[in-house]
Every structure is written in structure tokens, then in C-alpha cells.
């Protein structure tokens, strides 16, 4: 490392401890010491700001660096404030699974640079995938000097001691780790969302797709103790929590690894019986491992809601075997029709990739013809993004962009067409939902979501946000229906 970047072994006056997370509340300590000394200099208190670009991990990895940064003493700006980048201090949380998410992320860490200009007291942090990939630290290196602090994903728990040699640094502080088997519990957070949580039930990911740069960024996978997240679920519906969402690349092979094994289905159950816990959900399930012990645990349930996020990526076998998806087409076919048969009101969503290199125009069609016959309420779908290191990228027969581009929006028409069909079914039925926002658009409207993750909106009162009511279906509108409340 040139010498102008600090080392981060550093040696303080006092003693921090060793243990985790001890030593980090200790700097979170020392931060809080530094803020108010800067808070005198300045005559204002200091914002803070976390600004996320990935998936529902990066949001839960983002309400834990909110969390340090609460502690610490500064002021947190939301993503709702005007400008959420005029702070003391901006962390963005970044993702890699797609190029445009990096290049979103140059684009504003550019902009940055006369923020500083006018507060040159600015920390500027970078953390998350993106961080993990090399070229990535060497160019940010090169081009983004006026960057304070970059670490990864694997010591993200360390923020609060980078965060410290930050602020008593004028060099860029930089701590990538390459891999970690620990997994520190119990540091604050700070949750967008009183009565919902998201709960990490494991890291990383070991099924290597060829497309896909999240097993080189997030590790190996690490389930946490059951005991562990039995504590944590506890924690959060005393605190007043009715929904969880337990958060994993691939939930379903949770536990596999633990020295005491155990399966993913059992998880649930024991989930199942914390009494005043109401709803739970789960993201992301891989086909392959998806079992019928689940299902049956699923279709028992009173508190599992009824939606399965199932990615199909593609529906030719040829291609799903060139992305290392270990199922095919009438494998998928036959899962989703033996959900159904166990939970005929389940909803299906799913992640669909156009263009993986050598797909074909038939390849293309065997997608169409899945969507066509699973009939998701909602699809997620992306083009193909070419990422360095992994198998994928060094394949020659890349599709041409126009070629790409026109069957992302066949392929978008018919999944909004289906989604609308599907979506429909519900018109006319009573369901529960858990009342999530005051509606903006509509005045004297509240917005809930039902168990199978679409949207109602219906006229209540602000007070209802973080209850569950019944609410009855009156009219679907495309995604969301207008609904009333009985
Ligand atoms: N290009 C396009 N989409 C991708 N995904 C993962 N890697 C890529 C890539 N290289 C999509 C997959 C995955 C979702 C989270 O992102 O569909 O399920
Ligand atoms: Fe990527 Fe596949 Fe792992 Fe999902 S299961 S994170 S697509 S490698």
C-alpha cells in the first residue's frame, strides 16, 4: 500500500478492548467525544447520512451503519430530506450486481467534491460490494481522492473504529477484508420501520450462478446461530415488531453449515411460536433447495405469509445449465405447481436475466413460455450485466445490445400483462393487512400490505400505521387495489 494511506492498526493513549463488540462500543464512544468537540469548533450539530444502492441486505447493512452513526452523536438525514447529501459525514452503502449500479455510484461520489470544497470538515465513507472488487479501491484511489474511508463487506461491524481513524486522519483510511468465518452480533441499529425488521439469518452465498459476482463479494455462506436470531426476533416484537423478514441469499439451505445442523423449515417453526410475532417472510429462495418439508411448514402456518420469491433467472434448461443454476425448466415447472397444489392462493414472484451470453431467440421463448405458465403477481427483470471475475464474462458470444433490448421489453410486456391478470385474482376477499404508511397521494388514505406483498390503499387515519385490519378488495388497479376497511 503507498505509504499515503494509513496502515489501520493504529495505537491509541488508552487500552481499547479486544473482544467484539466491546471494542466497538468503545469507538463508538471516542467518536461521540469527537463529535462534540467538532460540534463546539462549529457551532452546529454535525449530520450524518447513509445513502444505500443494493438489495434488501445492503438496506438491513445500512440501518446498522445508521445505527453506529446515532450513537456516535451525529444527526441523521433521511433519504427523504432535500438533500441528503449535504452532511458532515455521507456513507454510501454500495452494490455491484449490476455495472449501472457502479457507475450510479461514481457519478455521485463525483458530485461530491465541491460539497467538500464548501465543508472541507466532510468525511466521505464507501462500504459494501462494490468495495470488495479491487479495481474498484484502486480507481476510487486514483480519481476520488477526496474519499476518507473505504471498507467492505465482511468488517462491516468495524465501522466505528474506521469511522474514528477517520476522523483523525487527513489520509484515505482503507480496510478490505478478503474473507471472515465471524459473525459479530449486537451492535445498534437504527430501523427505518417501527413495526417491521428485516432479520439476517445468514451471509454470503455458495452457489456460484456464472453470472453472478455476489459469492466473490459476500464470502462463503455463514449461517448464524438459531438461539442467535430466536434472541433477536424476541428482541424486536417486544420492542413492538409484527413483521419480520429473515434475510439470506439463499435461505434455504440456512443452517447446513452450523455445527449443530439444522433446516431452514425447522428455523420457521420455532420462529412460528414467539408470541406476538405476526407475520413472517423470507428472501431470497433457490429453487434447488427449496424442500417439501417447507412447504408443509408453509402450508400449516398461521404467520408465514403467502408469497414466495422463487428466481427463475431463465426458462431454457440449456441456458439454466450454462448458468450453474442446478434445475430445469420441468423442474421448475413441477416446484411451482406443487407450491400451488399446497397453497393454492400463494403468490409467485421472481428474477429473470435477458440476455446471458449465447441466449438465443428460442432460449428467449422458453422464458416467455414459464411466465406465461407460472403467472407471477410480479417479476423482476434485468439485463444481463457482464461482471468482471466472473465464468460468464470471459464467454465470447455476448448478445448484441440491440438484440437484448427488444426482448426486455417483449418480455416486460408480458410480465406486467400476467402480473395484472394475476394480481386481479384477490378482487371481491377480505384480507388482513399490516397498515404500512400514511397514503400521499390520496388524502384521509392509508396504505397495507397483505400477506402476499401487494398493496392496498383505503381511507383510515394515521393512526392505524403499524396495526394489522381487515380490509375488503374492492377494486384492483393494475398492482395496487383501493380497498375498505371492515
Ligand atoms: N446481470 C444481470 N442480473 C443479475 N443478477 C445477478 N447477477 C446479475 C448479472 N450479472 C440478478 C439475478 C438475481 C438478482 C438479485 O440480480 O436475477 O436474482
Ligand atoms: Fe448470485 Fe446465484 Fe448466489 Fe443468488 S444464488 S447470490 S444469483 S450466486
Not at 451503519?65 to 433521511?78: S, T
Not at 414459464?370 to 417479476?379: C, E, R, S
Amino acid at each position: 500500500m503507498p505509504s499515503h494511506y494509513q496502515e489501520i492498526k493504529f495505537t491509541l493513549s488508552d487500552n481499547p478492548p479486544e473482544g467484539e463488540p466491546e471494542r466497538q462500543y468503545y469507538f463508538i464512544a471516542k467518536c461521540r467525544e469527537w463529535v462534540k468537540h467538532k460540534e463546539e469548533e462549529l457551532g452546529r450539530p454535525l449530520l450524518g447520512s447513509v445513502i444505500n444502492f443494493g438489495c434488501q441486505m445492503n438496506a438491513k447493512d445500512s440501518e446498522k451503519l445508521r445505527g453506529i452513526l446515532r450513537e456516535a452523536g451525529y444527526q441523521l438525514l433521511d433519504d427523504q430530506s432535500p438533500d441528503p447529501e449535504d452532511a458532515d459525514l455521507v456513507l454510501y452503502n454500495t452494490c455491484t450486481v449490476r455495472e449501472n449500479a457502479n457507475v450510479r455510484v461514481y457519478g455521485r461520489l463525483g458530485s461530491l467534491v465541491s460539497k467538500k470544497k464548501k465543508n472541507p470538515h466532510m468525511l466521505i465513507g464507501l462500504c459494501g460490494c462494490m468495495m470488495q472488487e479491487p479495481h474498484v479501491v484502486e480507481k476510487i484511489k486514483k480519481s476520488y481522492s477526496h474519499t476518507s474511508l473505504i471498507f467492505g463487506t465482511y468488517n462491516l461491524y468495524k465501522f466505528p473504529e474506521l469511522l474514528y481513524t477517520a476522523m483523525n486522519s487527513d489520509r484515505m483510511i482503507i480496510d478490505i477484508w478478503k474473507n471472515t468465518d465471524q459473525i459479530v452480533e449486537d451492535l445498534p441499529a437504527e430501523r427505518k420501520y417501527s413495526f417491521k425488521s428485516g432479520v439476517n439469518i445468514m451471509f454470503g452465498c455458495n452457489n456460484f450462478c456464472s453470472y453472478c459476482i455476489v459469492p466473490y463479494v459476500r464470502g462463503r455462506e455463514r449461517s448464524r446461530q438459531p438461539e442467535a436470531i430466536i434472541k433477536e426476533v424476541k428482541e424486536l416484537v417486544q420492542s413492538g415488531v409484527k413483521e419480520i423478514m429473515l434475510l439470506g441469499q439463499n435461505v434455504n439451505s440456512y443452517g447446513k453449515n452450523l455445527e449443530q445442523p439444522i433446516t431452514f423449515a425447522r428455523l420457521l417453526e420455532m420462529l412460528e411460536e414467539i408470541e406476538g410475532l405476526e407475520r413472517i417472510r423470507f428472501m431470497t429462495s433457490h429453487p434447488k433447495d427449496l424442500s417439501d418439508e417447507l412447504i408443509a411448514v408453509m402450508a400449516k402456518s398461521k404467520k408465514i405469509c403467502r408469497h414466495l420469491h422463487l428466481p427463475l433467472q431463465s426458462g431454457s434448461s440449456r441456458i439454466l445449465k450454462e448458468m450453474n443454476r442446478r434445475y430445469n425448466k420441468e423442474k421448475y415447472l413441477e416446484l411451482t405447481e406443487k407450491i400451488r397444489r399446497a397453497m393454492p392462493d400463494i403468490s409467485l414472484t421472481t428474477d429473470i436475466i435477458v440476455g446471458f451470453p449465447g441466449e438465443t431467440e428460442e432460449d428467449f421463448l422458453e422464458t416467455l413460455d414459464v411466465v406465461n405458465k407460472v403467472g407471477y403477481d410480479t417479476a423482476f427483470t434485468f439485463i444481463y450485466s457482464r461482471r468482471t471475475g466472473t465464468p460468464a464474462a470471459a464467454q465470447e458470444n455476448q448478445v448484441p445490445e440491440d438484440i437484448v433490448k427488444e426482448r426486455f421489453n417483449r418480455l416486460l410486456k408480458l410480465v406486467q400483462e400476467k402480473g395484472r391478470q394475476a394480481s386481479s385474482r384477490f378482487t371481491g376477499t377480505i384480507q388482513e393487512v399490516l397498515v404500512e404508511e400514511v397514503n400521499h397521494s390520496q388524502e384521509g388514505y392509508v396504505t397495507g400490505r397483505m400477506g402476499n406483498n401487494l398493496l392496498v390503499h383505503f381511507p383510515g387515519c394515521p393512526t392505524l400505521v403499524g396495526t394489522l385490519v381487515k380490509v375488503r378488495l374492492q377494486e384492483c388497479r393494475g398492482f395496487y387495489y383501493i380497498g375498505e376497511m371492515i
